[in-house]
């Protein structure tokens, strides 16, 4: 594949993420956006519901399914291994535009904090939430994780070498902190709408499925450093169980 067709395209589907990552956090904040997680009802609730559950599966089944090896071994069959990466993380990002424009607000509120101090302390964890669910990314490398390492080695002409398994800063007291900096920031608003509780439900159970099959992998590609790693460090709950000597991670 030519070299700069490759960078091209992995910096156009980097930039593409980026900006679906920004829109999130503005569709789950109710800010900015033209729509957002809870505008107005729209259609039928049964209706609205079955739609909502049926993004949040599709994104689960397109995220989860094309990060295991066994579909990367068999897509890298029909598109270059340089920008499997980058079309994975394209990939992701169709799958939440999607969510965005076909997302069916369902109305209803659970709870709505009224106090305006406990509300900016909810709005600053969700800020915290998503600082940490991008921080996260730069500590296992985060041009590599949005592929645009992949590219830039390729178009200097030098051989990619995946990230050696090592852990620092917050990954030494939690496996998943960029999962973890998601839940932070789905679940921490002031006003809890039956459409966000749908929303926050359906994408935790997502995260706790998909750090499942993400860490069989990483045991099948790590082996007993990758154990030992599970049974020194907490999954989500920030906590050092024993002193561990690595210094950075990788996640999916």
Not at 41 to 50: C, D, G, R, V, Y
Not at 56 to 82: N, Y
Not at 188 to 196: D, E, F, L, Q, R
Request: include cysteine; charge should be neutral; aromatic fraction near 16%.
């Amino acid at each position: 594949m030519n070299k700069i067709i490759a960078f091209a395209y992995g910096l156009i589907c980097y930039l593409i993420f980026f900006a679906t990552f920004l829109y999130l956090i503005g569709f789950i904040g109710n800010f900015i956006v033209p729509k957002s997680l809870d505008s107005a009802l729209q259609s039928n609730l049964t209706q609205a519901l079955i739609i909502d559950l049926g993004l949040i599966l599709l994104f689960g089944i397109q995220h989860s399914g094309m990060a295991r090896p066994g579909f990367k071994q068999w897509w890298t069959k029909t598109i270059p291994t340089v920008i499997e990466r980058s079309t994975y993380v394209l990939s992701a990002s169709l799958m939440l535009l999607l969510l965005f424009w076909q997302w069916q607000p369902l109305g209803g509120i659970i709870w709505q904090i009224q106090n305006p101090i406990f509300t900016y302390i909810i709005y600053g964890f969700s800020a915290l939430g998503w600082l940490l669910v991008l921080a996260s990314t730069f500590l296992i490398n985060h041009f590599d994780l949005f592929g645009l390492r992949q590219v830039y080695l390729y178009l200097q002409g030098q051989e990619y070498k995946h990230l050696e398994f090592k852990t620092v800063g917050i990954y030494k007291y939690v496996r998943h902190p960029l999962m973890l900096g998601f839940l932070i920031a789905f679940w921490s608003t002031p006003t809890m709408t039956i459409t966000h509780f749908i929303f926050a439900l359906g994408m935790t159970i997502y995260i706790l499925i998909a750090i499942q099959l993400e860490e069989r992998d990483l045991i099948e590609i790590y082996g007993s450093l990758y154990e030992e790693y599970r049974q020194q460090v907490s999954m989500l709950i920030p906590f050092k169980k024993v002193g561990i000597n690595a210094n950075t991670t990788t996640s999916e």
